[in-house]
Nanobody
């Protein structure tokens, strides 16, 4: 099983980034896909969730209206579109997959820094 994040970087406040998480080794459309983040000195937190069954997404209150999670089952990839970024969004962002029979898997993380 492999989850590989990309798309992180340095962006100014108010800017946008699109994170990607390419997966392999499990049946992607059977997995709930999540994005977490962890800022220095803080616990890892759930940012966005996308259900395997489709049509159900959830977001942390701090990102509602700014972030969008979506997936492409044909590419086994999940995305996180982040708009109107704020300095407090600075963190390492992790892709997570929960597969009903295979278990829980994590990517290596991608750094997002929001700073002027």
């Amino acid at each position: 099983v492999e989850l590989v994040e990309s798309g992180g970087g340095l962006v100014q406040p108010g800017g946008s980034l699109k994170l990607s998480c390419a997966t392999s080794g499990f049946t992607f459309h059977y997995a709930d896909m999540n994005w977490y983040r962890q800022a220095p000195g803080k616990e890892r937190e759930l940012v966005a969730y996308d259900a395997s069954t489709g049509g159900s997404t959830k977001y942390a209150d701090s990102v509602k209206g700014r972030f969008t999670i979506f997936r492409d089952n044909t590419k086994s990839t999940v995305y996180l579109q982040m708009n109107n970024l704020k300095p407090e969004d600075t963190a390492v962002y992790y892709c997570n997959a929960y597969h009903i029979t295979r278990g829980n898997f994590w990517g290596q993380g991608t750094q997002v820094t929001v700073s002027s």
